[in-house]
């Protein structure tokens, strides 16, 4: 049975800091891309970031560059998002994915959502004072 199952997420005041964790589980864990997503009320499915499998490059939508960083522990078959400087705008529903590609290709697809073969069920991040 294919699990993604998020955790981390929470309440923080705008400036701090949180890290998302993705835990994988019924899948061969290393041919896939992890992703992250997120989508707040109202708003269109967001692609955040992604980390491809074999030789780790790393993806970041422009509203996160600089603020966070995804990697990932196979040994842990774990994807990590350290999310620091939060902003209220990144107040949202956060979703890991899978999408079985090779690095080369994972430059060109990480960002489209319905390429993804495997979701997470979300878990909420809220950045408010």
């Known amino acids: 049975q294919v699990q993604l199952v998020e955790s981390g997420g929470g309440l923080v005041q705008p400036g701090g800091s949180l890290r998302l964790s993705c835990a994988s589980s019924?899948?061969?864990?290393?041919?896939?891309?992890i992703g992250w997503f997120r989508q707040a009320p109202g708003q269109e499915r967001e692609a955040v970031s992604c980390?491809?499998?074999?030789?780790?490059?790393?993806y970041y939508a422009d509203s996160v560059k600089g603020r966070f960083t995804i990697s990932r522990d196979s040994a842990e078959n774990t994807v990590y998002l350290q999310m620091n400087s939060l902003k209220p705008e990144d107040t949202a529903v956060y979703y890991c994915?899978?999408?079985?590609?090779?690095?080369?290709?994972?430059?060109?697809?990480?960002?489209?959502?319905?390429?993804?073969?495997?979701w997470g069920q979300g878990i909420q991040v809220t950045v408010s004072s």
């Open positions: 980390i491809a499998n074999d030789d780790g490059s790393t």
């Open positions: 994915a899978a999408v079985g590609a090779a690095a080369s290709a994972t430059a060109y697809i990480w960002a489209k959502a319905d390429l993804y073969d495997y």
């Open positions: 019924g899948f061969t864990y290393d041919y896939y891309a």
